[in-house]
Structures are given as structure tokens and as C-alpha cells.
């Protein structure tokens, strides 16, 4: 499969999985690249995301060297490294086929966790939510590295559990602590859950962006195409400089959301 993947990521997805390989012998299932290494293509600050499935729960003797070692194949945001930050979820299969909800995550590993991971903190298999759309996004585009297709490995996920996700999702945004310093991905996330909540449908960061542009009001369209030039590496960060605007952004586009999935969804314009 390498053939259909960027080629500047093949070194570290090469060292990412043999890292996964040797800590997961025996249980590992599956390994899928996911996300704009596949959709739309990378930009200045997209992770590489990998779904990983395992036959049964990891042990601690496991889960903390495992995640040890992905700090070394992990590049931090901005750092100017080889490596692109990694973004790696785990689940076991029997947990999420037959379908049910909200999915169990066995475990999780991203850049915002290495200053707890450096301590030794390694968070438990928790239910989460997000799965929903993970694994709706996986069934639609990835790249399998090892193990069956994504469509063939894992159930289609009920319309009514992905619309609960994103109703689950919006709702961990509510004040300004919620989205400090991660300010551009909350905008451009709340587009895409937008924009999925009206069309059933996951699209990448820019192109949700777009698509909600065209249909935002004036006075909350600076917001989300500051977020999106930023994304798109064509203007600096600022979102945390405007803090007024970038609430009543998150207000409006949160009961926006809630009214589309509280109504059914609407036709694709």
C-alpha cells in the first residue's frame, strides 16, 4: 500500500509501526492510517493518524513502554523536527463489533499528552465517544498497513450513534478555558461537525471550512478564515487574540449544530 501514501511520511510511519509491531506481538490486528495523510491531503500542522486493533486489553507492563517509545517516533507541533506530530488510537476489536454506544478506547497517544507520558502517567481504557467518528471516518478513507480493510473489519456505525458524537463532542466547549491554546482546531472542528451533522458526511479541515464560509453569517466568517488561513500555513495564530469574537463564533456555531441534529438531518446544499 505504500504507493498511496505521501512520501514524506514513509520513514515515520515505517519506524511507527515497527514500534507498535514489537510491544503489540500476539494481539495486533490491524493498523490503518487515517485522516489528511489520505484526505486532502497534509498540511503545515496535520498529525499522521493511525487506528491500531488489538485482540484483548493491554496490559500496564505494555501500555507504558509502548507509549515511551511513540514519543520517540512523534514529532511536537512546531518543533521543526523530522517528524510530524503522530496521533495513535487503540482499540480492541470485541469492544467495538458488534457495534455499541459509546465505544471503549483501549488507548490513546498524541502530542498533547507527552508531558504526562514523560511523568509516567498513562491514562486507562475509557469509554469514548469520538470513536463514532473515527471509525465512520476510517470506513470511508484510510490506508490499511496491516490487516483487513477498515470496511471489512469494523461495522458500519448507526446514524443516530455518529449524530450523538457530535452532539457529545460540541458539548466540551462551553467557556474559554475549554479552547484555550488550541483555539484554530476548535474553529475548524466545529466546521466539520457542521458540517457532517448536515450531510452525514466527513470532509477535511479546509474543505469544511469552505463549505461553512459559505454559509456563516458576516460577523462570524473572520473567525473560522482566520482559523483556516492559519491551518493552511498562509497567516499566523491568532485566534487567542481575539477572544470576544472567537466565543460568540463558538456559540453560534454550537446551537447551529444542536438544531441540525436535534431536527434530522438537512439535504446537502
Known amino acids: 500500500m505504500t504507493a498511496s501514501l505521501p512520501p514524506e ?10 514500534v507498535l509491531e514489537r510491544h503489540l506481538a500476539g494481539t495486533l490486528q490491524a493498523i490503518h492510517l487515517f485522516g489528511s495523510a489520505v484526505d486532502g491531503g497534509l498540511k503545515p500542522h496535520s498529525d ?3 487506528m491500531v486493533t488489538v485482540e484483548a486489553p493491554l496490559a500496564a507492563q505494555v501500555r507504558h513502554p509502548l507509549m515511551t517509545d511513540l514519543l520517540s517516533v512523534s514529532g511536537s ?12 488510537t487503540a482499540v480492541v476489536r470485541d469492544e467495538v463489533v458488534p457495534w455499541r454506544y459509546p465505544p471503549l478506547r483501549e488507548l490513546q497517544f498524541g502530542e498533547w499528552l507527552r508531558e504526562e507520558l514523560q511523568a509516567g502517567i498513562v491514562e486507562p481504557a475509557m469509554p469514548d465517544h469520538d ?3 473515527l471509525l465512520t471516518k476510517l470506513r470511508q478513507h484510510s490506508v490499511c498497513l496491516l490487516g483487513p480493510p477498515a470496511d471489512e473489519l469494523f461495522d458500519p456505525v448507526p446514524r443516530a450513534d ?7 463532542t460540541v458539548a466540551q466547549w462551553n467557556n474559554a478555558p475549554d479552547w484555550q491554546g488550541d483555539e484554530r482546531n476548535v474553529v475548524l472542528a466545529l466546521a466539520r461537525i457542521w458540517f457532517s451533522a448536515c450531510t452525514g458526511q466527513i470532509a477535511p479541515k479546509d474543505a469544511a471550512a469552505a463549505w461553512a464560509l459559505e454559509r456563516l453569517p458576516g460577523e462570524h466568517r473572520p473567525v473560522l478564515a482566520s482559523a483556516h488561513a492559519a491551518y493552511l500555513g498562509h497567516a499566523p495564530d491568532n485566534l487567542a487574540d481575539r477572544p470576544t469574537q472567537l466565543a460568540a463564533f463558538v456559540r453560534y456555531t454550537k446551537a447551529l449544530i444542536e438544531g441540525v441534529v436535534c431536527a434530522g438531518p438537512a439535504p446537502a446544499r
Open 131 to 133: 470513536l463514532a467518528i
Open 9 to 18: 511520511i514513509i520513514p515515520q510511519l515505517a519506524q511507527a509501526r515497527a
Open 162 to 168: 455518529f449524530s450523538q458524537s457530535l452532539l457529545d
Open 77 to 88: 507541533p512546531g518543533a521543526g523536527g523530522p517528524w510530524r506530530p503522530l496521533e495513535v
Open 48 to 50: 499522521i493518524d493511525l
